[in-house]
């Protein structure tokens, strides 16, 4: 099944700016990535993907491609989904942020470890009788 994170992101992207707003996304600081690191804080790093602040703009399903000056050095910017954290508008602070995927899979198993081993502990209970629903006319 495919991620709707590169769906969301992009129709906020395309909602900042018919609105006239600013996007901007964030993302995990990642020396692999060749990230100016420098800029980071908190372990992440936010970018201005504004049309304006970036040429080249690609958000494709696997990755959003840029290329951006960063301390008058050209750079071209490769950012796999994964490392994405959210985007919003700048001038209102919307948006939307992600959950990290390795959480949401790790959310995923211990649900159904624990679906498992509440089949495996319980032990077998007698079906509940219930009660016919009783309905009255009201005039």
């Known amino acids: 099944m495919n991620s709707t994170k590169p769906y969301l992101l992009r129709s906020i992207y395309d909602w900042c700016l018919d609105s006239g707003f600013t996007p ?57 989904m994964e490392v994405v954290k959210g985007i919003f508008a700048k001038e209102v602070k919307q948006g939307i942020a992600f959950q990290e995927e390795l959480e949401l899979d790790v959310d995923l198993k211990e649900t159904k470890l624990e679906k498992n081993a509440s089949k495996t502990n319980t032990p077998s209970r007698s079906p509940r009788k219930t009660r016919k629903p009783k309905l009255r006319v009201v005039k």
């Open 24 to 80: 901007f996304i964030t993302v995990t600081a990642n020396q692999d990535l060749g990230l100016p690191v420098e800029s980071a804080k908190n372990g992440e790093i936010i970018f201005n993907i504004g049309q304006n602040a970036v040429q080249n703009l690609v958000i494709d399903n696997d990755i959003i491609y840029f290329e951006a000056r960063f301390n008058g050095v050209s750079r071209k910017i490769e950012l796999p």
